[in-house]
């Protein structure tokens, strides 16, 4: 039944008449920004919010689950008010990670001779009489499937009520 699928946004997406969630604009719509711990289980220690909201456009700053987010008029004023930001995190379990530690580390452990699971035919020689062989190597550290969307999220407050929806993976 696969050949009977199909996306039923593909073509919106495909010839760019797809609306996604920073597509978004509602009257008297505010946005925020948030800033993110630029390690990996750190945690915010502090923050001083007072250049950010200097910055033109930015109405007031948030904190939600431990990130602060300019709330502001705009996406340029809510970006340049997460950098105006005065941060002090935690750099958590994760501070001293060094990548080029952690790759040497793992070519290291790529080059030393693996279990033997199953023992089935001499494949040494088989290697020295092949005509042509090849090596490569392959390194993609800490691959993700990322959404080719930044997760957005649009949210109306009326009457006492919160609607929210989004684009989140």
Same mark, same amino acid.
């Given at each position: ?10 073509? %919106?997406? +495909?010839?760019?008449? $797809?609306?996604?969630?920073?597509d978004?604009v ?6 925020a920004v948030? %800033? ?5 289980? !750190?945690?915010l220690? +502090?923050?001083?919010? $007072? $250049?950010?909201?200097? &910055?033109?456009?930015?109405v ?9 987010a300019? &709330?502001?008029?705009?996406?340029? !004023? *809510?970006i340049?008010?997460?950098e105006? @930001?005065? @941060? ?6 994760? %501070?001293d ?11 290291a ?6 279990? &033997?699971?199953?023992n ?5 020689? !088989?290697?020295r +009489?092949?005509?042509?062989?090849l ?7 800490? @691959?993700?499937q990322a *959404? ?5 999220a649009? !949210?109306? &407050?009326?009457a006492g ?9």
């Open positions: 039944g696969k050949e009977k699928t199909k996306l039923i946004d593909g073509v %919106a997406m +495909s010839t760019g008449r $797809a609306i996604y969630g920073q978004v509602l009257p008297e719509m505010l946005y948030i %800033a993110r711990s630029p390690v990996f289980g !750190a945690t220690k +502090s923050f001083d919010a $007072a $250049a950010a909201l200097k &910055v033109p456009g930015v007031k700053v948030i904190e939600s689950k431990g990130s602060p300019p &709330v502001a008029n705009n996406t340029w !004023a *809510a340049k008010g997460r105006a @930001l005065k @941060l002090d995190w935690d750099g958590g379990p994760n %501070a990670y060094d990548s080029t530690a952690y790759r040497s580390t793992m070519q452990a790529g080059n030393k001779p693996g279990k &033997v699971i199953r089935t035919g001499d494949v040494d020689a !088989a290697m +009489s092949a005509a042509k062989t090596k490569a190597d392959y390194y993609i550290p800490h @691959l993700t *959404a080719m969307e930044p997760p957005a649009t !949210a109306r &407050v009326t009520k919160c609607e929210v929806w989004g684009c989140f993976q």
